[in-house]
């Protein structure tokens, strides 16, 4: 529904118009990523500076307008609408790594903190080759 109410069907929309739809969870996830992200900032924030409690507020339709517009997710500190978003250089959390597929770019490990691992503890493997147990 939050699809075809911010224009993201249409966009998707096939050659004979019919309304489509994002190929993966985009908005579900990004959604969540952001909520993770923000908890985990305020946290950190309590940490640094005390204080009290934050209220964070997300929705599937900011994602969807985040993401078709560019516009930053959390509205400046001053207040007013969201602004163009810049994520800077993404070069410092990315890495390359060998795999069964070839050389695979991807995100480092997101939380840091003293004894957090710097990266992945083991490669990807071939879909269907790995064990269904806990490590």
């Known amino acids: 529904m939050v699809q075809a109410a911010t224009g993201i069907a249409a966009a998707e929309a096939g050659p004979d118009g019919r309304p489509g739809a ?9 959604t969540g990523y ?7 900032r305020a946290l ?8 009290a409690g934050r209220v964070i507020r997300l929705s599937l339709a900011g994602t969807a307008s985040w993401l078709l517009h560019g516009l930053s997710p ?11 978003y810049d994520p800077g250089d993404p070069a410092p959390w990315l890495t390359v790594t060998g795999s069964p597929y070839g050389p695979l770019r991807h995100a480092l490990p997101p939380v840091h903190y003293a004894g957090a691992p710097r990266t992945w503890d083991r490669p990807p493997s071939r879909w269907g080759t790995d064990p269904a ?3």
């Open 22 to 30: 994002l190929p993966a969870q985009a908005l579900d996830h990004g």
């Open 34 to 40: 952001l909520l993770a992200a923000a908890v985990l």
């Open 44 to 51: 950190s924030d309590r940490q640094r500076t005390g204080g």
């Open 74 to 84: 959390v509205p400046p500190a001053g207040g007013g609408p969201p602004g163009p």
């Open 133 to 135: 147990v806990w490590r």
